[in-house]
């Protein structure tokens, strides 16, 4: 058996959205190797996402009784509902990267 125990006090929506100046500077190879470093590190948390969400979709199909709250039921759902649109949003932005980063 299966209890979800998400407290819905726990989880909280932050939005940081920085601001950069507009002036061109010309990339080292340093600063673009740290990039792609972290781009790297994107794609790996995805790989591990995939595999969670597998995991999670098993849980919730499988056969094993699960009980849990009303709160603890829309806490899930509304965190559910949070990391679709931050994929829905990260694909987006990631469409608009891959047009604003054009060959001259």
Same mark, same amino acid.
């Given at each position: 058996?299966?209890?979800?125990?998400?407290?819905?006090?726990?989880?909280?929506?932050?939005?940081?959205?920085?601001?950069?100046?507009?002036?061109?500077?010309? &990339?080292?190879?340093?600063?673009?190797?740290?990039?792609?470093?972290?781009?790297?590190?994107?794609?790996?948390?995805?790989?591990?996402?995939a595999k969670?969400?597998?995991?999670?979709?098993m849980l &919730?199909?499988?056969?094993?009784?699960?009980?849990?709250?009303?709160?603890? &039921?829309?806490?899930?759902?509304?965190? &559910?509902?949070?990391?679709?649109?931050?994929?829905?949003?990260?694909?987006?932005?990631?469409?608009?990267?891959?047009?604003?980063?054009?060959?001259?």
């Open positions: 058996m299966y209890e979800i125990i998400a407290d819905p006090e726990e989880y909280q929506i932050d939005h940081l959205i920085n601001g950069t100046g507009n002036a061109n500077i010309e &990339l080292s190879k340093e600063e673009r190797d740290k990039w792609a470093g972290e781009i790297v590190n994107f794609s790996e948390k995805l790989t591990e996402f969670k969400s597998k995991e999670l979709a &919730l199909s499988g056969e094993e009784k699960i009980s849990t709250t009303p709160a603890s &039921l829309k806490t899930l759902k509304i965190q &559910l509902f949070m990391i679709n649109d931050a994929l829905s949003t990260a694909i987006e932005i990631s469409d608009k990267l891959e047009s604003d980063i054009i060959k001259k």
